[in-house]
């Protein structure tokens, strides 16, 4: 084991004050909100985004998925200026509304957000089923030559009408839309190619061979000379409409499922609330609760809102919020937070936060925010998508001509330069990061674990080095009493019970420890007189006639009784000497309780490749002791608060990637300063503010699910994102070459989008 002091390693004059004033001020910005209606897919967002981005000032990030732009703008713009940016770009914008009150229902997790939920999913799926319906029979008499009948295609001409027509017409209406912004989508390439093929359907039937009773069609998975007055594509045209619109209707019912999580989280608090008015109980909505009012939480009831119990014992069930499924013991002092269930008896309650203060809104914000974000690779596939649907439009006008050059067969240029229009649609490329993003975090919320925001991902990566805070993180950060030596001829219970005794009327953090450790295993203390404190060294008092010392008040110490503290000492524990009428007669030895999770938590993160140091301004013997008890080798101890900045600035030198987990305010700028900031949802709001990855459990534990989660999640967009760009790579090129049935390009295209979001689901299982 290591073990160095700050003297060794940092500077006295490094403070976090000095980082903080070396940031320059801010600029007068606000930020908003909107929601982005009319988008249909990832080029959409990115000409959404471009443009809000030529505003003076203005930054801008929309995300396809969640339907939502994040804008950074100056305060001499008005939010409705960058809504009328939106309108004239072709699509819709508004503020969202303010969130409903919400309900005892917290919601399941695990809705697939059925269409019932939304009327806008239900209409997609009713014109889906109509669509299919129509669309089967024309494709399999397209397909089974055995099926066709005299007459057949003008059938398939009926049936295949409606879906191009109506069944397509959100493609239609939203590519003639943007076609009158000057703009090409997504959509554009569905519309061109359905009525490409569609119309060529119509002039062979009307005006060429195609509409003669007896004519018969073959089918071909990819391109196959024909005569062209007697081809018709009415399979093609119907069938992508409904795989397209099949594929859409999952893609939707995907990103419901996907931010299902974080609509439960905020749907978690209670509706109403028993509140204490001139000593009677009045239920009053939540809304209306005020700090400092009082109310009642009885068995089984959620609790209404951040607050400190006032009267009364219970245990709390605080599952929903830290995915820790073990209730927590609170009593008169104790904080309690709003949605968690109250589970044994009735408390009084005093709220210390209401609205948007509350840790359950906070928690929500911080999810939200995050899922709003944009990864470096997001922002590089929206670039790309940005481009795509020009860059397509050119390869399909080239196909086209390649090939009524290269063979002079008008029909196989058609087919393949619709095959291009259709397989290239860059859906894939735009949810692959977003709905990864939003399962992986909305899971996290529901494990106790909050990213912050999704650079954060890359972040987990690299770390190489974890930097524990000891008190609060690798322990409790509560002292307690451990054990009690006697001299000779002393029983300990009497060594205890003055301690106890005279500690009682002391605020010191060593002294509630004594006084509680002993009226917890002797019951009552007596009272004390001529009670004195002498400070940095001890306290005296008079107990049941004996005036009774404890501290460091003693000069001389009897041979057991020295080396009984230097044992304590040793061991780790703070030693506090006990002695009545002028002499020295035991020891009582308290410490930070190390708390029972910690060496799992270190082994767990040791397995994900990280090296644990233990970061203190406890003295080397304490941290030693307890670095040994959690099975870290590299000790870092005796640093003050304001040093712990530079050890973190001083390892990132070494060319480690460092992570840090810490809980209180001087751990803030350390937090910040790292690679990585990992902070104990048990501490303090500047350690939570400071930190990229928020711990709600307060057990360690959770700092390795959380670089667990973020890594798994990054693994997931990156899979997504190959899946994504390898598919339009290798599609492409099949299509121009002839490779691919415009019918079986629109099957497939569909499932490249199904298959990210699907993809991306898998987060869901995460344990």
């Known amino acids: 084991m ?50 809000l981005n030529r505003m003076d000032g203005v930054t801008a990030a929309v995300n396809y998925a969640t339907e939502k732009a994040r804008i950074t703008y100056p305060a001499s713009t008005g939010v409705a200026d960058l809504i009328a940016t939106v309108v004239r770009t072709g699509y819709t914008a508004e503020e969202p509304a303010p969130p409903p009150e919400p309900s005892d229902a917290a919601g399941d997790p695990d809705d697939d957000g059925g269409a019932g939920d939304d009327p806008g999913l239900t209409a997609l799926r009713g ?85 003669m009773p007896g004519m018969r069609h073959g089918f071909d998975l990819t391109v196959s000379r024909t005569d062209g007055a007697s081809a018709i594509y009415l399979e093609a045209a119907a069938g992508v409409t409904a795989f397209l619109l099949l594929g859409r209707w999952l893609e939707a019912r995907s990103k419901r499922r996907a931010g299902a999580a974080l609509r439960a989280l905020m749907e978690l608090g209670a509706k109403d609330v028993a509140v204490l008015r001139d000593g009677r109980e009045v239920r009053v909505p939540v809304a209306r609760l005020a700090v400092g009012d009082r109310f009642v939480v009885r068995p089984g009831e959620k609790i209404a809102t951040d607050g400190t119990v006032v009267e009364g014992a219970s245990a709390v069930d605080a599952s929903m919020l830290t995915g820790e499924s073990v209730p927590v013991d609170v009593a008169v002092g104790d904080t309690v937070t709003g949605a968690t269930v109250n589970a044994a008896g009735r408390l009084l309650v005093e709220a210390t936060r209401v609205g948007a203060d509350t840790r359950l809104a906070r928690m929500a914000k911080l999810v939200e925010d995050a899922q709003s974000g944009k990864a470096e690779v997001q922002r590089l596939a929206d670039r790309i998508s940005g481009i795509f649907v020009p860059v397509v439009l050119l390869i399909a006008c080239a196909t086209f001509g390649g090939w009524l050059g290269a063979t002079g067969d008008t029909v196989a240029a058609f087919t393949a330069a619709v095959a291009v229009l259709i397989i290239a649609c860059p859906c894939a490329l735009g949810l692959a990061t977003p709905t990864a993003l939003m399962v992986g975090t909305g899971r996290g919320a529901q494990l106790g674990i909050l990213i912050k925001g999704p650079e954060v991902l890359e972040s987990t990566r690299r770390v190489d080095t974890v930097v524990l805070d000891k008190t609060g993180t690798v322990t409790t950060g509560r002292m307690t009493l451990h054990e009690v030596y006697a001299a000779e001829g002393i029983d300990e219970e009497r060594v205890l019970r003055l301690a106890g005794a005279v500690e009682h009327a002391s605020e010191h953090p060593v002294a509630r420890a004594v006084a509680a450790g002993a009226e917890e295993r002797l019951g009552p203390l007596p009272g004390v007189e001529d009670f004195t404190n002498v400070p940095g060294r001890g306290v005296r008092g008079r107990v049941d006639g004996l005036q009774v010392a404890v501290g460091r008040l003693y000069d001389v110490l009897p041979p057991e009784v020295a080396r009984a503290r230097d044992e304590a000492e040793r061991r780790g524990r703070t030693a506090v000497v006990v002695g009545w ?30 090296t644990p140091v233990l970061l203190t301004g406890d003295n080397r013997r304490v941290a030693e002791s307890v670095a040994r008890t959690v099975g870290v080798d590299e000790v870092i101890s005796e640093v003050l608060p304001e040093e712990k900045v530079a050890v973190v600035e001083r390892l990132r030198a070494e060319g480690r990637t460092v992570a840090m987990v810490g809980d209180g305010v001087n751990d803030a700028a350390a937090l910040a300063t790292a690679d990585l900031g990992l902070a104990m949802g048990t501490g303090t709001d500047a350690a939570i503010e400071a930190g990229d990855l928020t711990l709600v459990r307060g057990d360690l534990r959770a700092a390795a699910d959380a670089i ?39 099957a497939a295209m569909a499932f490249s989008s199904v298959f990210v979001v699907t993809n991306s689901l898998r987060l869901r299982a995460f344990r």
């Open 2 to 51: 290591t073990s160095t002091t700050a003297s060794d390693t940092v500077a006295p004059d490094t403070t976090a004050s000095d980082a903080v004033a070396s940031e320059p001020a801010a600029p007068d910005l606000a930020e908003v909100e909107l929601l982005i209606g009319g988008m249909t897919c990832a080029s959409c967002a990115a000409r959404v985004e471009k443009k």
């Open 581 to 610: 009428d002028g002499a020295a007669r035991g020891v009582v030895a308290v410490a930070d309780t190390v708390r029972e999770t910690s060496a799992e938590a270190v082994a767990e993160l040791r397995r994900l490749g990280l």
């Open 127 to 211: 014109r889906l089923v109509v669509c299919a319906l129509l669309a089967a029979p024309v494709v399999l008499l397209a397909m089974v030559p055995a099926l066709q009948f005299d007459n057949w295609q003008w059938l398939s001409l009926t049936l295949a009408a409606p879906v191009v027509v109506w069944g397509g017409l959100p493609f239609h209406r939203a590519a003639w839309k943007n076609l009158r912004h000057g703009a090409a989508t997504m959509d554009t390439l569905v519309s061109l190619g359905t009525l490409a093929a569609f119309g060529w359907s119509l002039w062979a039937l009307f005006l060429g061979d195609a509409g």
């Open 708 to 746: 667990r989660l973020s890594r798994r999640t990054l693994s997931t967009i990156k899979g997504n994102l190959v899946w994504a760009f390898g598919y339009n790579v290798a599609a492409l090129p099949l299509a121009a070459a002839g490779l691919l049935n415009p019918m079986i390009a629109g």
